[in-house]
């Protein structure tokens, strides 16, 4: 019933930008954190911002100063706007969501399905 949709994701030169979108839908009675996390074929994966329900922000120190994660709780949406980006940014991003479905009393994490990111010359 709940799914996160990921988009924006593409091919980039080096110094560009992307802006990534996500979006929950489904019986969703409550959203509490939602974040970004990215990975490479044969690597770890790696957490690259997280934001609370009430905007608190979190960047990995990979990112820091480049990249915005922000949300509109309206729509259930949470984006990452990606400035000066590197080839080492490549990779597959995923979002995640801690949310609680309607009619269920906890939370859990919620995973979209990706979207690449390749910058290169």
């Known amino acids: 019933q709940v799914q996160l949709v990921e988009s924006g994701g593409g091919l980039v030169q080096p110094g560009g930008s992307l802006r990534l979108s996500c979006t929950a839908s489904g019986s969703i009675a409550s959203i509490n954190a939602m974040g970004w996390y990215r990975q490479d074929p044969g690597k770890q994966r790696e957490w690259v911002a997280a934001i609370t329900s009430g905007g608190s922000t979190n960047y990995a120190d990979a990112v820091q100063g480049r990249f915005t994660i922000s949300r509109d709780n309206a729509t259930n949406t949470v984006y990452l706007q990606m400035n000066s980006l590197k080839p080492a940014d490549t990779a597959v991003y995923y979002c995640?969501?801690?949310?609680?479905?309607?009619?269920?009393?906890?939370?859990?994490?919620?995973w979209g399905q990706g979207t690449q990111v390749t910058v290169s010359s």
């Open positions: 995640n969501a801690e949310l609680r479905r309607t009619g269920w009393a906890r939370c859990r994490d919620y």
